[in-house]
């Protein structure tokens, strides 16, 4: 079983620039959630992707995207960088339709924006 | 708006001892509570959940205690070990949904 891989690991930005994060889900999981977890807290809830449709989202703004593709995998797109996006950036991946389902996260992409 | 509110921020036991967190939430449509475990460098990892039907579950080790009417839940870790050094997680969500929420973290250290 091939758990969720995500990519870069790290990644250094400047502020007002772009930045696509990209998520590999474990095998079998048909659903892909995008958290963002700040230093010293707990991740806060980006977007959610099911079937390659947006299903869900949290208190961010539209300069936050993401895609999903018909292999599961999933995109992050941030546009317009701010100092506070700087985080750790994780991708959960979980199993729509099935009770009990958790989330099985990856090991995130630190991103500093300068 | 914090949705789950988890406590202690820090807290250190020895070897063997109980280490207990504790989480408490408002919105009484969660119906799934699990507790993720994150080492420094990782993903969070999930431990253990609860649904509101059960007061308790146990895992090896780890046991979750569940109040329904006081909405709380907590976290004990049983003969804690130095490898259970970590970062601790509560959360909630509806069914498990789309939204998971998070608990701002309990930092344990194990001391040997």
């Known amino acids: 079983e091939t758990g969720v891989t995500q990519s870069p690991t790290h990644l250094i930005k400047t502020r007002g620039q772009q930045v696509t994060l990209r998520c590999s889900s474990q095998?079998?999981?048909?659903?892909v959630s995008w958290y963002q977890q700040a230093l010293g807290q707990g991740p806060q809830f980006i977007f959610q992707?099911?079937?390659?449709?947006?299903?869900g989202r949290g208190n961010f703004p539209p300069r936050f995207s993401g895609l999903q593709f018909p292999n599961y995998s999933s995109e992050l797109n941030v546009n317009a960088l701010e100092l506070d996006d700087s985080a750790l950036y994780l991708c959960?991946?979980?199993?729509?339709?099935?009770?009990?389902?958790?989330?099985?996260f990856g090991n995130g992409t630190r991103l500093t924006v300068t | 708006q914090q949705q789950v509110k988890q406590s202690p921020q820090s807290l250190i036991v020895q070897k063997g001892g109980i280490s207990i967190i504790n989480c408490a939430y408002e919105?009484?449509?969660?119906?799934?509570f699990p507790w993720y475990q994150q080492f420094p460098g990782k993903g969070p990892a999930l431990l253990i959940a609860?649904?509101?039907?059960?007061s308790e579950k146990k895992e090896g080790r780890f046991t979750i205690s569940f109040n329904k009417s006081a909405k709380q839940f907590s976290l004990h870790i049983m003969d804690s070990q130095p490898g259970d050094s970590a970062t601790y997680f509560c959360?909630?969500?509806?069914?498990?949904?789309?939204?998971?929420?998070f608990g701002t973290g309990t930092s344990l250290t194990v001391i040997p």
């Open positions: 959960a991946s979980s199993l729509t339709g099935v009770l009990g389902s958790p989330l099985h």
């Open positions: 095998s079998g999981h048909n659903t």
């Open positions: 609860i649904r509101p039907d059960v």
């Open positions: 919105n009484t449509a969660f119906d799934y």
């Open positions: 992707y099911y079937r390659e449709e947006e299903n």
């Open positions: 959360a909630a969500s509806i069914n498990t949904g789309n939204q998971f929420y």
